[in-house]
């Protein structure tokens, strides 16, 4: 159901809009100021009401994902808070708009993230890359520090908070949380094995939450509003609780970033937000990011037994369903980060699968076997395929490496390297076997409508 | 010869290492620190890191080797990144590259004679929207044409 919110957004291209003149005038800090008269079960159950599921990808509960820290403090095991604003994820921009447009919600949301679970120290990753964003968080901090906002005793009250920026340096895997708290702790971004969880043993080797950038920025609002109520704005409560910034790109009339309440559906986002398809027929979506498999534009939900989940919907368009973590799901993708690129039919599938297998080779950091080789064969038997010198024999090989490299990583970099892969595989599977026929003739052979010159 | 800060880059220091309770957590600033003033993490760099840092220098240079925003061998004053995934290439991105190594007489991962400008290829950079885009140094630039990469690298080779 198409609900545009501005909980989130409502400073979005404001000139002054990143400015904490312009926070307070919007009610800025009154809820981090609260937050920190109340107890830290009271914050969690808050959190919990609001049926926050976590915007990074995962879709996990954030109250419950606050519950898992230890209720006391141990002496000599500090909790941390560690934002994850490492956005990197093929297609998704969200993140960067709310560090750049309003940056104080990530502030005051830090100050309330960290009484709720016990924290004196919020690091936010950022991506090097990102350095308006950074510079943005950074006079953020220092304007909320010199108003008495953090520091020791953060708005008279005695209980120190400080939020430091911490810079990565280039590489996707950061974005997975045990390899970003690898990141900051100054080694190499290689993931951990779980468990320990980040909530025993994280940063530091000491219990930590891990957050995406966006949640600890609802965080405000959602306090703005009690926890119930935001979870009432989606269509998906109690679910899926909230508004959710919406992203749309690739072959759109308007890409771009939307706040709307939860359960937006494809066909909304494409066609209402995103201005409808250019250049052509909507051929797929990524739904969420180059780790959740595609969906065709011709797909409808097969989910004929009463008991499944998608029943309402069975025999209609995939693209009306509402868009939340279990509906997708049961699509057999994933929500991912919401944010969707759209290929229209003038786009070839065999090329998008190859640029997703080269992003993926290229990002892989090499610790585990499956992983490290698996997207190097994948992105090579593409290379064959698309030189127009591939065989049936290849596009087997394909389904092989991918199922062989499922399930037998530390991280989740080999399910989001293998699940688009066989997606596309199983999506497109006409499509490659007349691109292998036909040396590549079959397909229009491009990616882009058009030359940029053209413009 | 040994790596030194300059003076106003040292008085950083102090304040990067009291954001953590250890000091190998500095390792990734201070790199940038030290990358940011030299131009590239050289030898003698990252034994300036692991000297502050009282680690080995395999670590850093593991560290250094990991990321691909440090700079293991010399490189141009200027840098420029194409960003090259799905939602840049579904807007041309493929065309923008090529026009680079053209315009500039270099391929990808090269530098230009003078010095002055490195080309890179790059992984989505979260400008999706704004497809296709490059980043320069710091700055963004947005919804490329390729009249409007002309302009910008004719900008570069002059400064």
């Known amino acids: ?455 | 010869m040994a790596f030194q800060l300059t003076p106003e880059r040292e008085q950083e220091l102090a304040e990067i290492f009291a954001r953590y309770p250890n000091k190998m957590a500095a390792c990734l600033p201070l790199l940038h620190l030290a990358q940011e003033q030299h131009g590239w993490v050289s030898d003698e760099v990252v034994t300036w890191v692991a000297e502050k840092l009282d680690v080995s220098t395999a670590h850093v240079f593991g560290v250094a080797t990991f990321y691909s925003l440090y700079h293991t061998h010399p490189v141009g004053k200027h840098h420029v990144w194409v960003c090259r995934t799905l939602s840049c290439a579904l807007h041309g991105a493929d065309d923008i590259v090529k026009h680079c190594e053209k315009r500039l007489g270099i391929h990808v991962g090269e530098t230009t004679a003078d010095g002055a400008v490195t080309l890179h290829t790059a992984e989505c950079l979260a400008s999706c929207g704004t497809a296709p885009m490059m980043q320069i140094d710091r700055e963004y630039h947005e919804n490329l044409t390729l009249a409007k990469v002309d302009v910008l690298l004719d900008r570069l080779r002059k400064s």
């Open chain 1, 1 to 455: 159901m198409l609900q545009r919110t501005d909980h989130l957004t409502k400073r979005y291209g404001i000139p002054d809009g990143f400015t904490l003149t312009r926070y307070l005038a919007d009610g800025g800090y009154v809820q981090a100021r609260r937050a920190l008269s109340m107890t830290r079960e009271e914050l969690v159950n808050e959190c919990k009401a609001a049926n926050l599921r976590g915007r990074g990808g995962a879709g996990f509960p954030m109250g419950v994902k606050w519950s898992f820290m230890a209720p006391t403090v141990a002496p000599g095991r500090p909790h941390y808070l560690v934002i994850n604003a490492d956005e990197g994820e093929p297609g998704t921009f969200k993140d960067r708009s709310m560090m750049e447009g309003d940056p104080h919600a990530t502030v005051e949301g830090c100050i309330i993230g960290c009484r709720a679970i016990g924290a004196h120290v919020a690091y936010i990753y950022v991506r090097d890359e990102l350095h308006l964003a950074k510079d943005r968080l950074w006079a953020a901090i220092r304007e909320a520090k010199a108003k008495g906002f953090l520091g020791a005793k953060p708005f008279g009250v005695d209980y120190a908070v400080e939020v430091y920026v911490h810079s990565g340096a280039g590489a996707y895997i950061c974005g997975e949380e045990t390899s970003l708290l690898n990141s900051l702790e100054g080694r190499r971004g290689e993931p951990r094995l779980k468990p320990p969880f980040p909530a025993q043993a994280g940063a530091f080797g000491m219990p930590t939450t891990v957050n995406n950038l966006e949640s600890i920025a609802t965080v405000p609002a959602l306090m703005r509003l009690g926890g119930d109520n935001f979870s009432k704005i989606s269509s998906l409560h109690p679910k899926e609780g909230g508004s959710r910034l919406y992203g749309v790109s690739g072959h759109v009339n308007t890409p771009g970033i939307f706040e709307c309440a939860v359960g937006l559906t494809l066909r909304e986002l494409i066609y209402d937000l995103g201005g409808g398809v250019k250049g052509g027929e909507l051929l797929a979506v990524i739904p969420g990011g180059s780790s959740t498999p595609i969906l065709r534009a011709d797909e409808l939900v097969e989910a004929p037994n009463e008991s499944h989940p998608l029943h309402a919907w069975h025999g209609m368009s995939v693209l009306d369903v509402p868009m939340g973590v279990e509906t997708f799901r049961g699509l057999g993708t994933m929500l991912g980060t919401c944010c969707a690129t759209v290929l229209s039919d003038k786009a070839c599938p065999v090329l998008a699968m190859h640029n997703l297998m080269r992003f993926y080779r290229h990002e892989s950091c090499g610790q585990c076997t499956p992983c490290r080789e698996g997207s190097g064969w994948l992105e090579r038997l593409l290379d064959t395929i698309v030189a127009g010198n591939g065989t049936m024999d290849d596009l087997n090989r394909l389904h092989e490496v991918a199922n062989s490299i499922m399930g037998n990583t530390i991280c989740a970099f080999g399910e989001g390297t293998a699940m688009p892969a066989l997606g596309f595989l199983k999506k497109f599977r006409r499509e490659f076997e007349e691109y292998i026929r036909t040396g590549g003739r079959s397909s229009t052979n491009r990616l882009a409508l058009a030359q940029p010159a053209a413009e």
